[in-house]
């Protein structure tokens, strides 16, 4: 029985990706505290700790195909505890003389937060792959509308001309900065930890560090300089870059919604036979894929609200806020990769209409130039004097209906400044670009 966004057939594939559901599934859960037992044996047999023999059979037994999850599960609830039931079973599949090592000297939040680091690892690996390639198709958007003149919008409305190159330009930049913030933190999130009860490692011995340091080399984790069991800046801060990485492609996903509207049809995404978009109105085309990335942000935002939550721990083990990060930070993970692989379908099919851009561009009728016309002008008559003006031309128009170029004819002071030509040159949404095109350029040769 499903009961989660995540699990459910008709809705999982809204909420997350394949990929990332195996990666936080609860056989792979369970595969990396296996994982943690085994490198823990294999290092304290390499120090001469435990024998080698039980070392050598724990990681043949290490192997989530030998527990049953279903008995496992029913001895958490008996017994309430997430990690022993586990324990004995992988303790059963070896002799009885070899079983007595396993977990020797460790904690179970040791293994629980070292195997959550291993899954994050994994995950990671495909965040960093997935904003890659958000990041090639705004790279190619960019170059292929750099001259793309569009309306660039403030305050909902229009104020300047720009191009489409342009804007997704400024988010391929927000993009590559995710990368660094998600490629600087490795070295703090990736990070095991074999710190014992209290994180004192008294369990562990005389050589405690040795066996933290061999046991979290052979899983491929940073060697944390203390416990960092009651610390959970670590999984929180992954979680938080994610949620930064989420209000970026909502961002994208909002503005992409809003310019396919009718009102505007600048942009439309990809359609495929047989997509719906009612049940009782069988003309629309509803831009469902924009709709659900610009939608996602927010669980992923609560979500990562939970792990600072969970930060307000209480001595050296706190179960209360601890546990919340089970559910909060696969989410997090889960919800953010299926924005990027969304965002990246949407990205590659999306369609550019240039013409509806031109078109939308003329609404204002010349007005969106004002700035220009002032600057020019205010080497002529001042600046305050042009702003003067050109509010006084335009106010006057836009109430008679008028375009900006006859608003300034009508006006006497600009009419006898301008000649024809020059109202001309100066109400062109292409000659006030500015430094879109070499923004761009820029910005794309870094890359």
């Not at 240039?354 to 204002?364: P, V």
């Not at 006497?412 to 949404?429: F, Q, S, V, W, Y």
């Given at each position: ?23 936080f599934?609860e ?40 527990i ?50 291993l ?22 958007l ?30 391929l ?11 600087e ?54 979680a ?17 919604f ?30 469902t ?12 935002r ?54 509806a851009m ?21 080497e ?68």
């Amino acid at each position: 029985m499903s009961v989660s966004v995540f699990d459910m057939q008709s809705l999982q594939h809204l909420w997350s990706t394949d990929e990332l559901r195996a990666i936080f599934s609860e056989e792979n859960r369970i595969q990396k505290w296996l994982d943690f037992e085994a490198a823990l044996a294999a290092a304290q047999a390499e120090l001469g700790i435990i024998p080698a023999a039980a070392a050598r059979q724990i990681a043949e037994q290490a192997q989530v195909r030998n527990i049953d999850i279903g008995k496992m599960s029913a001895e958490i609830r008996r017994i309430k505890h997430s990690l022993v039931p586990a324990l004995k079973q992988l303790q059963a599949c070896c002799s009885k003389e070899n079983g007595e090592w396993v977990h020797y000297g460790a904690t179970t939040q040791d293994v629980v937060d070292t195997g959550v680091a291993l899954q994050l690892k994994e995950a990671h690996a495909v965040i960093m792959r997935d904003l890659r390639a958000v990041s090639d198709e705004l790279a190619r958007l960019a170059r292929e509308h750099r001259d793309t003149i569009m309306a660039g919008r403030t305050h909902g409305v229009q104020a300047l001309p720009i191009t489409f190159g342009h804007k997704c330009a400024i988010w391929l930049d927000e993009i590559g900065r995710h990368q660094q913030r998600l490629a600087e933190c490795e070295s703090r999130v990736m990070v095991g930890m074999v710190a014992g009860a209290v994180g004192s490692q008294a369990s562990l011995g005389e050589r405690a560090a040795e066996v933290e340091r061999l046991t979290l080399q052979r899983l491929g984790l940073g060697v944390p300089p203390i416990s960092w069991a009651p610390a959970r800046d670590r999984f929180t801060e992954y979680a938080l870059l994610l949620a930064m990485v989420g209000a970026t492609l909502s961002k994208i996903g909002n503005e992409l919604f809003n310019m396919q509207r009718n009102e505007f049809s600048e942009v439309e995404e990809a359609f495929s036979e047989g997509k719906l978009g009612s049940s009782t109105m069988p003309h629309k085309r509803n831009p469902t894929s924009a709709e659900n990335l610009a939608g996602l942000s927010r669980p992923l935002r609560y979500n990562a609200t939970l792990m600072l939550e969970g930060m307000l721990q209480e001595g050296e083990r706190d179960g209360i806020a601890w546990k919340m990060e089970w559910k909060a930070l696969p989410e997090c993970c889960l919800i953010a990769g299926a924005m990027l692989f969304q965002a990246r379908n949407l990205l590659a099919g999306l369609r550019v209409d240039g013409a509806a851009m031109a078109a939308n561009l003329e609404r204002m009728r010349g007005y969106l130039l004002s700035e220009r016309v002032m600057l020019e002008l205010s080497e002529r008559v001042g600046k305050q004097t042009a702003h003067e003006w050109i509010y006084e031309a335009s106010m006057h128009g836009i109430s008679r209906k008028l375009d900006f170029a006859e608003a300034m004819r009508q006006h006497e002071g600009l009419a006898n400044l301008l000649g024809e030509e020059e109202i001309r040159r100066l109400t062109d949404p292409a000659g006030y670009l500015g430094q879109c095109g070499a923004s761009v350029d820029r910005l794309l040769a870094a890359q």
